[in-house]
C-alpha cells in the first residue's frame, strides 16, 4: 500500500499512464512475436497491394495529388521534424522559466528515439519488397521509426499542452490532433510502402507506452517538485 500511494496510483492520471504503458507494451510484443512467426505476412501483403495500381505496383492508388500529399505528411515524422519541434518547444519553455520541464522534453523525445534505434537493430527486419518505394529509405523496418517517433513527440507534447490550458476544449483539440497527426504519419508509410502495416501498428504501440511511461515520470516529478508543474487556470 506504501508504494501505491507513494506512485501516486490511488489517483486517475498515473494509474491510467501505467495501465496504457502495460497494455500497449504487451500489444508490442505479442504484435513482435506474431511477426517472428510470420503470422501477419498475409494480411501484411493484402493491404500494402490494396494501396497499389493491380496493373502497376509503382502506382499508388488515388491521384497524385495524394501521393505527393502523403510524402508531406511522412516528413511531419523525420528525425529533422521530430528534432525541429521538440527543440521549439523546450526553447519556449526554457524562455518561458520552466527549464527542468524543458529538459524533460527534450529527454522524453531523445530518449525515444534511442529505444527506436536499439528496436530496430535488435529486430533487423527488411523492407518490403513488395511494391517500389515511394521514397529513399535508410535503416531496417520492423518497427516504423516515423510511426513510434511522431507518437511519442506528437502525443508528448499533446500531453503537456493540454495540462498547460484549463479549458476542456482546448485540451480535447490538442490531444486529438496529437492523435490524428501520428495516425497520418503512419498511414502514409504504408501508402508509400516504404512499410509493412505490422510495422506501423508496432511503431504506434512502442510509441504510445513511451508517450505514456514519460507521462507517468513527469507526474511523479512534478509532485516532488523537480519539475515545474502546468501553470494554475486563471481565476474565473
Known amino acids: 500500500m506504501g508504494v501505491w500511494l507513494r506512485l501516486r496510483l490511488n489517483e486517475v492520471g498515473p494509474l491510467a499512464a501505467l495501465l496504457i504503458l502495460s497494455l500497449l507494451g504487451f500489444g508490442f ?21 490494396a494501396l497499389r495500381n493491380p496493373a502497376d505496383l509503382a502506382d ?4 497524385r495529388w495524394l501521393e505527393e500529399t502523403m ?13 525541429f519541434v521538440t527543440a521549439a518547444v523546450a526553447a519556449y519553455l526554457a524562455l518561458a522559466g520552466k527549464q527542468r520541464l524543458a529538459a524533460f522534453v527534450v529527454a522524453a523525445v531523445g530518449g525515444g528515439e534511442i529505444v527506436s534505434t536499439v528496436l530496430k537493430l535488435f529486430y533487423h ?6 511494391v517500389p518505394h515511394g521514397m529513399e529509405v535508410f535503416t531496417a523496418s520492423f518497427p516504423s521509426g516515423h510511426a513510434m517517433m511522431s507518437a511519442i513527440a506528437y502525443l508528448t507534447l499533446a500531453t503537456l499542452l493540454a495540462r498547460v490550458d484549463p479549458h476542456r476544449r482546448v485540451k480535447a483539440l490538442v490531444l486529438t490532433l496529437g492523435i490524428f497527426i501520428t495516425l497520418c504519419v503512419g498511414i502514409s508509410r504504408v501508402y ?3 512499410h509493412w502495416p505490422s510495422d506501423v501498428l508496432a ?6 507506452a513511451w508517450a505514456a511511461l514519460c507521462w507517468f515520470v513527469a507526474l511523479q516529478l512534478q509532485r516532488r517538485g523537480e519539475v515545474e508543474a502546468p501553470d494554475p487556470p486563471p481565476p474565473a
Not at 511503431?203 to 504510445?208: L, R, T
Request: charged share 20%; net charge neutral.
Open 125 to 130: 527486419r527488411p523492407r518490403p519488397d513488395l
Open 29 to 49: 510484443f505479442a504484435l513482435a512475436d506474431a511477426v517472428g512467426e510470420g503470422s501477419t505476412a498475409a494480411l501484411d501483403r493484402r493491404i500494402l497491394l
Open 192 to 194: 508509400l510502402g516504404v
Open 203 to 208: 511503431g504506434w504501440c512502442v510509441g504510445a
Open 60 to 63: 499508388p492508388v488515388g491521384p
Open 71 to 83: 510524402r508531406d505528411i511522412t516528413g511531419l515524422g523525420s528525425v529533422f521534424t521530430i528534432v
